[in-house]
Nanobody, 120 residues
Framework: HLVESGGGMVQAGDSMTLSCEAS????????LAWFRQTPGQELRYVGG???????YYTDSVKGRFTISRENAKNTVYLQMNSLKAEDTAVYYC????????????????WGQGTQVTVPS
């Protein structure tokens, strides 16, 4: 069970941090990822982090977004800097045992999503 928090509306250029807290055991063994979705589009990979802490990102967010995890708190974070209007989406975190992949259906558990809005 995953619960995202931290979404809202910010201005272009601002920063925002999303959190995703997991319940249950074995959190530290899961790969975690963030995806985002806009109306009418499928889930798109933002980035992910392995159980050992190696993070990966899609090109459009490299240098602006940072994913980290705090296993003691069963929580993964998405720090977003220099936000742009095109970052507007519902953001979802996913957890999976297959490692970090760009395919949403490789993840076993999902949160409910949190809206991030950056007006143009």
């Amino acid at each position: 069970h995953l619960v995202e928090s931290g979404g809202g509306m910010v201005q272009a250029g601002d920063s925002m941090t999303l959190s995703c807290e997991a319940s249950g055991d074995n959190f530290r063994t899961y790969a975690l990822a963030w995806f985002r979705q806009t109306p009418g589009q499928e889930l798109r990979y933002v980035g992910g982090i392995t159980w050992s802490g190696s993070a990966y990102y899609t090109d459009s967010v490299k240098g602006r977004f940072t994913i980290s995890r705090e296993n003691a708190k069963n929580t993964v974070y998405l720090q977003m800097n220099s936000l742009k209007a095109e970052d507007t989406a519902v953001y979802y975190c996913g957890a999976g045992v297959a490692g970090v992949t760009r395919r949403w259906n490789d993840y076993n558990y999902w949160g409910q999503g949190t809206q991030v809005t950056v007006p143009s």
